[in-house]
Nanobody, 121 residues
Framework: QVQLVESGGGLVQAGGSLRLSCAAS????????MGWYRQAPGKQREWVAT???????SYADSVKGRFTISRDNAKNTVYLQMNSLNPEDTAVYLC???????????????WGQGTQVTVSS
């Protein structure tokens, strides 16, 4: 049983900042790449950012320069620092992680249930 739980969402004014956390727990051997997605009402789920197990990062154009993804392997946690927020960033933010359950190279993609981020104008 592996769970990913997001936290840190909430209501913030335009121009403000939030830091999201996503902690993985359960029967985990190691974690590969981790990422963040978001989904606004009536819209498709959108990729936001990814961080590899070697700490290489990539970002969607819409958040590049404003958001920073990082990870703490000792805590099995991925973070998303969000600065200069605008109302278009309002969405449910979901994390995912490629989790290895054993020493083999096989991994499974797990998703959290999401945390709401609302940015007011």
């Amino acid at each position: 049983q592996v769970q990913l739980v997001e936290s840190g969402g909430g209501l913030v004014q335009a121009g403000g900042s939030l830091r999201l956390s996503c902690a993985a727990s359960g029967s985990i051997f190691s974690i590969g790449a981790m990422g963040w997605y978001r989904q606004a009402p009536g819209k498709q789920r959108e990729w936001v950012a990814t961080i590899t197990e070697r700490d290489a990062t990539s970002y969607a154009d819409s958040v590049k320069g404003r958001f920073t993804i990082s990870r703490d392997n000792a805590k099995n946690t991925v973070y998303l620092q969000m600065n200069s927020l605008n109302p278009e960033d309002t969405a449910v933010y979901l994390c995912n992680a490629n989790v290895r359950l054993t020493a083999s190279l096989v991994s499974f993609l797990y998703w959290g249930q999401g945390t709401q981020v609302t940015v007011s104008s």
